[in-house]
Structure formats: C-alpha cells, structure tokens
C-alpha cells in the first residue's frame, strides 16, 4: 500500500469520526437541556400552575436554537410535567397516573391487533386482578367491604340490561383497585377495561353470561368479606377464565 493510500484511508476515517462526534454531541446537548428543564420543574422553585420562562428566554439561559427548546417542551408535555397552550408560556403540571397509561393508548391498540395480543392482554389482566383482590381479601376495611356490597347490588339490579350490567360489571372490578389505596393499580384497572371493552360487550351477549359473570362477582365478594385470599383467588381467576373462553367461543376460536 502507498503512502498516498494510507493517507486517504486516514483522512476517510478522520471525517466519518468527526461527523460521527459531532452527531452524538447534538444529541448529548438536546437530552441535557431536557434533563436541565426537568430538574427545573421538579425543584421546589415551580408548583402546578405556575408559567415557565419564555421559549427566547430559556434559548438565552441554555445557549441553544429554538427547535432545541421546543423539542424538549414537548417532550415535558408527554411526560406530564408542562401543560402547553398556543400563544401562551408553559404550565407546571402534576403527572398522574392516567396521564401514563393514556400515553400508552396507541400502543395497547397496536399490541392487541397483534396476532395472540387479545390473548396477552386476558393473561394479564388475570394476573394482575388475581392480585388486586389476594390483596382486598388481605386488607378490605369494613367501609370498602360496604363499597363492594353497593356495587354488588347496583350490578344485580342491573341484570337484562346489557348496557347497565357492562357498567356495573366494570365497576365492581374498579373497587377492588380502589381498595389497594394505590392510584396506578386503579389507572391500570380502567385502562385494561378500557382496551378489552369490545371483549366483554361480546360475552355478554351470549344468553345465562349476565347471570354467570353475576354469580362469580357474588363469590367473589363473599370471598374478600371473609378474608379468605386463596378463595378469593381460586374465583377470581375461575370468572376471568370463564370470561376468556365465552369470548372466543363467540368468536369461533376455541383456544
């Protein structure tokens, strides 16, 4: 190899590394302005509600161009800590948990076109319900055991109506959530029965389901009153089951 060779191998390499520095820098200055904005909001010198500087003062602040700043604004207002109006500065805002899972809506409809999605999600829906009510037989005051009771009865009331009966169904599931005292389990509740909602519109459709999905709830209920968590779970998982097999059944798809 000449000598002229080595030295254009040489120049090739000291150009694709600078571009290759320079690309990784950019990125290192946009995720360090986004991390410094975070930790802005976060400190105790911003609450919910109050006006962030301006886009021309942050740029001024940080040193960087306006697409920079807006970038990381933007990804603020997807992670629940900047409310963004059109003309206006930004907000601090308080993350919750809804907030969460509602970013997570088009991947749970993607997930479940999937094929087996629908599948995964019954799966995990039964894990994660068996051990929402294990838990509220563990730990169900006397005042949610009241709460359970109401929205037993609301679900009886509601049998031969398909819409009203749908609603209480999910409701009684809810306060199983609500009884852990934990937001997320609760976000997590509402947005798995949001995602399956087609499901359980088809299972009740088949004739005795309202009076079956009835009678589980009413077992289930007895279960989490005695404090009985293994009984509790062995109903639990029997009615999500159930549930499951109605609806591929009316599907035409046995597993």
């Not at 899972?101 to 094929?115: F, M, Q, T, V």
């Not at 009076?211 to 009615?239: G, L, W």
Request: one cysteine or more; charged letters at 30%.
């Amino acid at each position: 190899m000449t000598v002229r060779s080595i030295t254009r191998l040489l120049m090739e390499h000291y150009w694709e590394t600078r571009v290759q520095t320079q690309i990784i820098r950019r990125k290192r200055l946009s995720d360090e302005v986004l991390a410094r904005l975070e930790e802005m909001l976060l400190s105790p010198q911003y609450k919910p509600g109050d006006q962030i500087p301006s886009e021309r003062q942050l740029m001024e602040r940080f040193g960087v161009g306006r697409p920079t700043i807006r970038e990381a604004l933007y990804s603020l207002q997807k992670m629940g800590l900047l409310e963004i109006k059109a003309g206006e500065r930004g907000r601090v805002t308080k993350p919750t948990p809804r907030l969460l899972l509602n970013e997570l809506r088009g991947a749970a409809r993607h997930l479940l076109a999937e094929p087996e999605g629908e599948r995964h999600f019954q799966v995990a829906r039964t894990f994660f319900e068996v051990g929402l009510v294990r838990h509220a037989a563990q730990h169900a005051s006397p005042t949610d055991i009241e709460d359970l009771r109401a929205a037993l009865d609301a679900n009886k009331a509601a049998l031969g109506d398909l819409d009203a009966f749908e609603r209480t169904d999910v409701a009684f599931h809810l306060v199983l959530a609500e009884i852990s005292r934990n937001p997320i389990f609760s976000a997590i509740h509402e947005a798995v029965a949001e995602w399956l909602t087609m499901q359980r519109s088809l299972t009740l459709r088949i004739p005795n389901a309202g009076k079956m999905a009835y009678r589980s709830h009413e077992c289930i209920f007895d279960a989490v009153a005695e404090k009985n968590p293994e009984r509790a779970e062995s109903v639990m998982r029997d009615h999500l089951e159930t549930v499951a097999r109605q609806y591929w059944q009316a599907r035409g798809q046995m597993p």
